[in-house]
């Protein structure tokens, strides 16, 4: 069982050892050069005129969740194409029902005006 885990343990191993050389090699051999101009808040090239922590809009996360949702909805639909000639008709149902059920929130959301940005 382990074995078909070793393939990906060794990748995620091998990542981490070069992700983490990459970022040591920066700091030793790039420039460090700080000065005031460089240490600034930067916002779209303006002085920061308003708090950070002001409120934001809820559909912003509205948005947001159903951005989620929907990737979700893809990541469940690549590993099921795959295998859909192993799993016949049950998985082909079970797969319209899961899709039907997040059309049916889809349009809900669509109705309620979730989708609509002022």
């Known amino acids: 069982m382990l074995g078909h885990y070793l393939p990906i343990l060794i990748f995620m191993f091998v990542t981490v050892i070069m992700g983490s050389m990459f970022i040591i090699l920066g700091k030793i051999l790039g420039p460090s050069r700080p000065d005031a101009e460089k240490n600034s808040p930067y916002e779209c090239g303006f002085e920061a005129f308003e708090d950070s922590r002001m409120k934001f809009d809820i559909r912003y996360y509205l948005v947001a969740i159903l951005f989620i949702i929907f990737d979700l909805e893809i990541a469940f639909l690549f590993p099921w194409a795959i295998v859909l000639d192993q799993i016949g008709t049950f ?13 049916v929130g889809f349009i809900y959301e669509w109705k309620k005006g979730a989708l609509e940005w002022e």
């Open 91 to 103: 998985g082909l149902l079970a797969m319209a029902i899961f899709l039907g059920v997040l059309v």
